[in-house]
């Protein structure tokens, strides 16, 4: 589904350049669910971007469904670390954004709206601004608008890092329960070893500067998976520790 | 902000309590009538001379005597204000939409504004009368001239403070910039806009009077300067307190439309 090959982004800045991504090389198959993990700084709303067309990258070829991104594409959806709500559309309003956008058919996308805000336990808040919910509530209705043209890519750049651990490991469970009801290819960035093992079935763990592909790890663990009491207790454990290896490396140097 | 604590302020769908109406409007005027009954006092206690500080009763009086002439003259210097408002806030956004919009344009005409904006506009007056004689027209012209300035500045400004993750947003659906402009960057601009306008219709008043008092032959400024000829000092105190209600329902009919047609800015109470 999507493709990347020697991919490298270069920034030029004030102070010379930054290589902020090196050399990738990765495959995500279609339905396959991807967490990308690394240090600040390593490059991963970057691949993000350029996966979402939103950036171009310095070298090198990014494929989605067999197409060459040169341009934000339809089929693709990012969400943010915040929820980016406009203040002055309710939540059905925002929801429906991309439709509008797009110029898709509202009276048919209008019944997924509501749809999707039911199916993240909204409904009833339709009307609602977003001044009137909290922080969780906003990111749920960011989730639903990034779900509403039934994208075939959803890119996630840290979208639960701002809640508190229950609303977040809600979430969690939220999107692999949506995941399973319809076909999504997931690129998930998060700073939480955990969530990443939660929800992945594949790790990408980057190195920073230059931002490389360090390792990728497999997590073979059956769905649905919950953080709390669950019988693959071990088998988590395990993959945490060797990510947080990964991620951690033995001391001297590498600054956060 | 959490919701709660604008659910108290602000609940969903409930107008405001029987309290808070009372300290909406009880708590402005209880200040009136303190400073008023401050002011009688004073021209009381220190037998102060009609002509120097009239009372609050000389200029009631005063107003009672020509209500007739002082409404029509009130009429004609809040048309002045209200046109020449009107005419800035309707050249002003464009024109802060073309400074947000471009570079190039910000580059070119900024210096200038900041430039016109400096001359004190009580020097241009007279040059306005000059040009334009002692009608209408060169009290709207300075009007505008005062309002233009604030508009622009807060427009513009609001214009180029869309976050920058709603920018992204709408440019990951490969929204054109027609949309990116009319679905986020203009409506997120808006509580920024009624910032300029109230800033500027504060402003209007002044504008009208300054050229009302440099040449005219109506007017409340006109009226203020032909009763300080005559030291009718009662009259001027009447048309200075007309001078303020114009400004008040001005400014809080401002507020009242923002409140109407932005309800989700966080500037509302
Ligand atoms: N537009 C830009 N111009 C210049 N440098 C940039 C730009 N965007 C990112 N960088 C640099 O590229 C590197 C990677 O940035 P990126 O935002 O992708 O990191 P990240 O892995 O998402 O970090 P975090 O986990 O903190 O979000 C950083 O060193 C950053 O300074
Ligand atoms: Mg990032």
Redesign the interface.
Known sequence: MIELRHVSQVFSGRQGEVHALDDINLEVDGNEFVTLVGRSGCGKSTMLRMI???LKPTSGTITVAGEPVT????D???M?Q?A?L???RTVLDNVM??V???RLDKAVHRERAHELIELVGLAGFEK??P????GGMQQRVSLCRSLIQNPKVLLMDEPFSALDALTREELSVELQRIKMEQETTIVFVTHSIEEAVLLADRVVVLSPRPGRLRKIVEVDIPRPRTLGHNAHADRVTEVSAELHELLVPAPAGGAA | MTSETLGRRRGPRQGPSLKDRLTDWGLPLLGLVAVIALWWAATVVFSIEKFLVPSPVDVVDAFIGQAGYLMAQTWVTLLETVEGFLLAAVIGVPIAMLIAGSRLLEKMIYPLLLAVNAVPKIAIAPILVVWMGFGQMPKIVMVFLLCFFPIVISTATGLKSTPAELAELVRSYGASRMQAFFKVRFPYALPQVMVGLKTAISLAVIGAVIAEFVGADAGLGFVIVQSGASADTPLAFASMVLLGIISIVLFYGLSALENLVLPWAEENR
């Open positions: 979402a067309g939103l341009k934000p594409r339809q693709v959806s990012f943010f915040r980016a406009l203040p002055w954004l991309p509008e956008i797009l609602r601004l001044r009137e919910l909290s």
